[in-house]
């Protein structure tokens, strides 16, 4: 079992749709929670983190940790067609000091 | 991209040749890491530094080699490619190890490489 799981996708909405993507994961020792978005073809770019549980929002992100069923959301109000990436979480591991990815979800907005 | 740089973007080998490929900063950040990344996999790390001379294992190390002679500077050798290692790689850096600092980790374009 990974440690980290990510239902690949592809997942597709409409423009304006509320967009929610998941991972679950399996190490207690998980502690910060980053998610990256990743455009075809470039690197992966930081969008945002938490640290341990609860919630934190960046204008129509929103990112959300429940680490006592162990599962990590982000959720995206107003999706727009320049939302269209893969996006991975990853957790970082305090016992190693590494970050595990998932493998990805990509997300298409269609307009 | 963060003022790095991987070089080449794509390359094609053959099965037991050597390849290297490079990745250079111009943050004069301590960390750098290499990465691959494979469907169904995500990224996993192959090695990373943290510092001149300074390299540990990643997850995926068995057939990697790594070199970092200059701060700006680290080099990823596969000393015989196989099938296996075709792959993106990417390369990283970020300020620190671990924390909020440590995890906010900047890529490069990544190298698309291919061994027939």
């Known amino acids: 079992q990974k440690e980290v799981e990510q239902d690949p996708g592809p997942l597709s909405v409409p423009e304006g749709a509320i967009v929610s993507l998941n991972c679950t994961y399996s190490?207690?020792?998980?502690?910060?929670f980053m998610w990256y978005r990743q455009y075809s073809r470039k690197g992966p770019e930081l969008l945002m983190y938490?640290?341990?549980?609860g919630n934190k929002e960046d204008g129509r992100f929103t990112a959300q940790v429940d680490k006592s069923s162990k599962y990590i959301s982000l959720f995206i109000r107003d999706s727009q067609p320049s939302d269209s990436a893969t996006y991975l979480c990853?957790?970082?591991?305090?016992?190693?000091?590494?970050?595990?990815f998932g493998q990805g979800t990509t997300l298409q907005v269609k307009p | 991209d963060a003022g790095i740089t991987q070089s080449p973007r794509h390359k094609v080998t053959e099965t037991g040749t050597p390849v290297t490929l490079r990745c250079h900063q111009t943050?004069?950040?301590?960390?750098m890491y290499w990465y691959r990344q494979d469907p169904g996999h995500g990224l996993r790390l192959i090695h990373y530094s943290y510092g001149v001379k300074d390299t540990d294992k990643g997850e995926v190390s068995d057939g990697y080699s790594v070199s970092r002679s200059k701060t700006e500077d680290f080099l990823l050798t596969l000393e015989s490619a196989t099938s296996s290692q075709t792959s993106v790689y990417f390369c990283a850096i970020s300020e620190s190890g671990t924390g909020a600092f440590g995890y906010e980790q900047y890529f490069g374009p990544g190298t698309r490489l291919t061994v027939t």
């Open positions: 190490n207690s020792a998980f502690q910060y």
């Open positions: 938490t640290y341990s549980s």
């Open positions: 943050e004069n950040h301590r960390y």
């Open positions: 990853a957790p970082s591991d305090s016992n190693t000091g590494k970050l595990i």
